[in-house]
């Protein structure tokens, strides 16, 4: 599975942005998928998981719950990343992680196998 993550950018505090993963691959469905990100000097940390197509449950980490929706649509192998009400310390670089075994809740980037290339995403205060 190759992933390819866009849609970031520079927005005010307050604003709104859309990631977007879109992944190669007939068995896309099958994956666990997840968002990640990472700011200077600091550890990937978890962002939003969502499960496969089996069940579709999603699960955030409580820095982002109630202002991050992730969802995806395997007709067009794309996961989504809508965040909401940016804050100066939502800035990192944000990738997206494939697990065609895990779940939405495994929140250690070990676990997963493949990775975008990131995408940066800058909110200004």
């Known amino acids: 599975v190759q992933l390819q993550a866009s849609g970031g950018g520079l927005v005010q505090a307050g604003g709104s942005l859309r990631l977007s993963c879109a992944a190669s691959?007939?068995?896309?469905?099958?994956?666990?998928m997840a968002w990640f990100r990472q700011a200077p000097g600091t550890e990937r940390e978890f962002v939003a998981g969502?499960?496969?197509?089996?069940?579709?449950?999603?699960y955030y980490a409580d820095s982002v719950k109630g202002r991050f929706i992730i969802s995806r649509d395997n007709t067009k192998n794309t996961v989504y990343l809508q965040m909401n009400s940016l804050k100066p310390e939502d800035t990192a670089v944000y990738y997206c992680?494939?697990?065609?075994?895990?779940?939405?809740?495994?929140?250690?980037?070990?676990?997963?196998?493949?990775w975008g290339q990131g995408t940066q995403v800058t909110v200004s205060s």
């Open positions: 992680g494939a697990d065609h075994y895990g779940t939405c809740f495994a929140v250690d980037h070990i676990e997963y196998e493949y």
């Open positions: 691959g007939r068995t896309f469905g099958s994956y666990a």
């Open positions: 969502i499960d496969n197509w089996r069940s579709g449950k999603s």
